[in-house]
């Protein structure tokens, strides 16, 4: 019975580890960091990196596809393909150089154009102010956790205004 036990336990250690190996082996490509631009093709980076939360087909011939890695992620990853179909390039639009693209009177499309989809269960609406608000979760410039909100007059569906806190996690600062 004993050595029976002990080799249950090495089975389930030995799961485990390859369980844990294919979940970093996973989110290791996710952000496309081994994606060539201008080599890897639109259907390496969705074979890649998965199916887009959101996909936009621009006049020009280029392709916007956004990935988020929210609730729990800091990552907002904006993939661009050129005309020719081949990988552009990759960046995380989760940071202060796109938040302060954001601007009063922005539709909710060209929100999304920017900063790609927020976490749905984050949405709130303000009936009293008539105020919708997206969030986001992002690592900020000391590392730490933090949340940046845009603010829609819901009725104009128009952006009124943003903010940005970082998160409490008592006290102390939540890292990133």
């Given at each position: 019975m004993l050595v029976t036990n002990i080799i249950k336990r090495q089975k389930i250690k030995y799961l485990a580890a390859i369980v844990s190996v294919l979940v970093l082996v996973a989110c290791a490509t996710?952000?496309?960091r081994d994606l060539k631009p201008g080599e890897d093709s639109l259907e390496n980076v969705l074979q890649i990196m998965g199916n887009p939360a959101k996909r936009w087909q621009n006049a020009d011939g280029t392709i916007q596809l956004a990935y988020p890695h929210?609730?729990?992620g800091y990552q907002t990853y904006m993939v661009f393909i050129a005309k020719?179909?081949?990988?552009g390039h990759i960046e995380n639009v989760m940071d202060q150089k796109y938040f302060a693209r954001i601007l009063p009177g922005m539709t909710q499309d060209e929100v999304l154009y920017i900063l790609g989809p927020s976490y749905p269960n984050w949405t709130v609406y303000f009936e009293k102010r008539?105020?919708?608000?997206w969030e986001w979760r992002y690592c900020d410039i000391w590392n730490e956790a933090a949340r940046f909100n845009v603010l829609f007059d819901n009725t104009k569906g128009t952006v009124r205004s943003t903010l940005s806190r970082t998160e409490s996690c008592g006290i102390v600062s939540c890292k990133c």
């Open positions: 996710y952000d496309g929210g609730p729990m020719d179909g081949k990988l008539d105020e919708l608000v």
